[in-house]
């Protein structure tokens, strides 16, 4: 695995107009397909929420002043107030009110690192929806992404992942709500550059103190992996730990090992 690590991400936020929850459906240009192209990244609606992307970074320094840097963009595009949480509950209502594009989910399917099985395609009826803080690590080029070596080599990272920022967030990130949709341990993509994390919710937005720990987490359990130090082989529970929300045994872990968490 090659070491020297380019580091993305592309979270997702919410759009609240006049105080009130909205659909982003609509609201800015950029698609799925076609992101519309800031300084440092880009901009587009996913469904009823706003996601970015960011440059990749090679440093923390990098990192946070892409993500911010993106960010005020965003926030200068629209007419009201970006919302930085994981559950965003629209209503059945509201959400039936939408157009079919706005509402569906899984277009594009992620993975189980754990089972090495397709994740089940999310119920796009459900009353609200899921902010997302995907993280993506580069670690090679031009991988095929359907290939068995490359995905055997994401399961690896994505259940170190898993150790080490899965565990954490649940000491970071008190929603155990958007589990029911997106976010259960093992969650991932493989990328012909690496690999797309997509555990984690948006809650390391919420500060530049948690998103120096989101980037400085990664490169630990990366590193610590070329070193030769599996986390799941120390801790086996760490996918049932992340699916049951067990604060206290994600607390024991992260305590024993003597992992750096912000206080929030």
Request: contains cysteine.
């Given at each position: 695995m090659q070491m020297k690590l380019l580091t993305g991400a592309d979270p997702e936020v919410f759009y609240r107009r006049d105080g009130v929850l909205t659909s982003?459906?609509?609201?800015?240009?950029?698609?799925k397909q076609n992101p519309f192209?800031?300084?440092?990244?880009?901009v587009q609606v996913d469904g009823m929420a706003f996601e970015f992307n960011i440059d990749?970074?090679?440093?923390r320094e990098e990192w946070v002043f892409n993500l911010t840097s993106v960010l005020a963009q965003l926030r200068d595009m629209v007419d009201g107030d970006l919302e930085i949480e994981p559950i965003a509950e629209f209503g059945a209502e509201y959400i039936d009110s939408q157009?079919?594009?706005?509402?569906?989910?899984?277009?594009e399917p992620d993975f189980n690192a754990w089972s090495g099985e397709e994740n089940p395609r999310p119920n796009g009826r459900l009353p609200f929806r899921t902010g997302a803080g995907h993280i993506h690590s580069g670690f090679c080029e031009g991988r095929d992404t359907s290939s068995p070596g490359h995905r055997s080599v994401c399961e690896t990272v994505v259940k170190q992942l898993d150790a080490r920022l899965g565990l954490a967030s649940l000491l970071l990130d008190p929603c155990t709500k958007r589990r029911e949709m997106y976010g259960q341990a093992g969650a991932y993509r493989p990328k012909s550059?690496?690999?797309?994390?997509r555990v984690l919710s948006n809650f390391w937005l919420k500060s530049p103190e948690l998103m120096e720990w989101a980037f400085d987490t990664c490169h630990a359990a990366m590193q610590e992996l070329e070193d030769g130090k599996v986390w799941?082989?120390?801790?086996?529970?760490i996918q049932l730990i992340i699916n049951?929300?067990?604060?206290?045994?994600a607390?024991?872990?992260?305590?024993?090992?003597?992992w750096s968490v912000p206080n929030v």
């Open positions: 982003a459906y609509g609201i800015i240009p950029g698609d192209r800031v300084l440092n990244g880009a990749p970074a090679a440093t157009p079919e594009k706005a509402v569906e989910l899984g277009c550059y690496g690999v797309e994390y799941v082989d120390v801790y086996p529970d049951s929300s067990d604060v206290e045994a607390r024991a872990i992260v305590t024993a090992e003597g």
